[in-house]
């Protein structure tokens, strides 16, 4: 089985899940612990299983999105609103909202034994909240197969609130696609019909009300707003595997066109794009709101995610080419010096300069046919960059790449970097391609980088 993102922290995820339960079966089966029998069977095919902790799955998500630190926040009431707990307090701030569900889950209970179907949907849902805490989010509360978590807080601004949700939405398909099915068929369950589906919302300030409910005794702190609640809504929408993001996020953020569509059905045998929520709200005045939805394209927004293109061109659909020796970085401007950004990560702020570097290790001079020749492509989206005419797709010109004897025989020689300079100019999201060829034309390596500019 191939590696997808995390296997190690997945792999720690069900072995503690399994090294958990204490169910032991009498009839049939002597006094043998049916833990022990499902752990092994869960893990047959292993002949070894490195040593790994619960919070290695998060781990590995912040070290590829370049976040040092843990989320150790605990799932219920937002560290931020805790202030709120027990009185009539209210607060006005905002919040990006992520709820989800597992996909066909209540069919495990027709396949296998329960004791299997608990630490499968436990695992998953482990998963689920373990890339939420990843991205800075804050898991709110489970729900059977479901989970609702929210993303932002007093010390976040409002655009990586949002950016923070859609690239837990990405990350969390990946891991259902790449990871997590693979991980269970590789046992010999039947997962491929399972699948996370995802409904994403941002709500404003003046539109997102934190209050506490119930009794002094029994209560919650949670975010009253359409926005919170239409989450739940996008999500019932949601094909497997996919997420459905509103209006609101969509417009808030610009969010490019290019990685989004509308969803399609059948109906009685016709193609029908869905434009609009599947339900009609009326004001107080009387006024009906017909709410946009789109569907993310996961293909190629996974291409953004800041995984290695080995990892990334394993996924269907994926336009990366990986290749030894071979990488694409960012660096932006901080100070007096050049600090990695990583793709998608966080939003930059305007006039920063960027340097986006192709390395070309001393390995692929053993490797490749040279010379080769490097290309980027930029991608400007949103309303600024059309407004300014700078929307669209601007071809730099091929780079050639050379080398000499001296250079191989050369002990002190690492290698070349190709340096192609930015700055950034418009609100949205931004794409820059690099792409090398061999002197016969041959595409050897291709990885795309995405920039959010405030």
């Not at 197969?145 to 949002?162: E, H, Q, V």
């Not at 006024?287 to 293909?299: A, G, I, N, S, T």
């Not at 050369?410 to 192609?420: A, L, M, P, W, Y």
Request: net charge neutral; proline share 2%.
């Amino acid at each position: 089985m191939k590696k997808g993102f995390s296997s190690r922290g997945f792999e720690a995820i069900v072995e503690n899940a399994l090294k958990r339960k204490s169910i032991t079966k009498s009839f049939g089966m002597g006094t043998e612990s049916f833990e022990q029998q499902i752990y092994e069977r869960a893990f047959a095919t292993d002949n070894a299983i490195e040593i790994q902790t619960e919070d290695t799955l998060q781990k590995d998500i912040r070290r590829a999105f370049g976040r040092s630190g843990e989320n150790s926040a605990s799932i219920g009431t937002h560290p931020d609103f805790a202030h709120l707990v027990g009185t009539k307090d209210q607060e006005y701030h905002h919040i990006s909202s992520l709820f989800l569900d597992i996909k066909n889950s209540t069919r495990l209970s027709f396949l296998y034994d329960l004791e299997d179907v608990v630490w499968i949907k436990d695992s998953i849902l482990k998963a689920a909240s373990e890339t939420v805490r990843g991205m800075d989010g804050y898991v709110h509360r489970f729900m059977g197969d479901a989970l609702l978590a929210f993303f932002g807080s007093k010390n976040k601004n409002r655009d990586d609130s949002i950016i923070d949700a859609i690239n837990c939405a990405a990350v969390l398909e990946s891991l259902m696609v790449g990871t997590i099915i693979p991980f269970l068929e590789s046992r010999n369950f039947d997962a491929a019909y399972l699948g996370f589906r995802i409904g994403l919302d941002f709500g404003p300030d003046e539109k997102v009300l934190w209050a506490s409910y119930g009794f002094k005794e029994v209560n919650e702190i949670t975010a009253t707003s359409f926005y919170v609640d239409v989450a739940a809504k996008l999500q019932s929408m949601a094909r497997k595997n996919t997420a459905m993001l509103g209006e609101n996020i969509l417009d808030t953020i610009d969010f490019p066109n290019d990685y989004v569509q509308k969803k399609v059905i059948t109906v009685k045998g016709e193609r029908t794009e869905v434009e609009h929520l599947n339900k009609v709200y009326s004001d107080r005045d009387g006024l009906q709101h017909r709410y946009k939805v789109r569907e993310l394209k996961h293909d190629a927004y996974r291409d953004l995610l800041p995984y290695t293109p080995d990892l990334k061109q394993e996924f269907p659909g994926t336009k990366i080419v990986s290749a030894e020796g071979i990488d694409f970085k960012c660096y932006a401007k901080d100070g007096e010096n050049f600090k990695e950004y990583y793709s998608v990560s966080q939003s930059l702020k305007k006039n920063v300069d960027l340097q986006f570097k192709v390395l070309i290790s001393r390995v692929s001079y053993k490797k490749y046919n040279f010379p080769l020749s490097v290309k980027f492509t930029k991608r400007n989206y949103g309303r600024e960059a059309q407004l300014k005419t700078q929307a669209g797709v601007f071809q730099k010109t091929e780079i050639p790449v050379t080398i000499t004897h001296q250079d191989i025989t050369s002990g002190f020689f690492r290698g070349q970097t190709v340096i192609e300079n930015e700055s950034t100019s418009y609100r949205g999201l931004h794409t820059m391609e690099a792409q090398v060829k061999d002197a016969n034309g041959q595409v050897l390596f291709r990885d795309i980088i995405g920039v959010y500019i405030e």
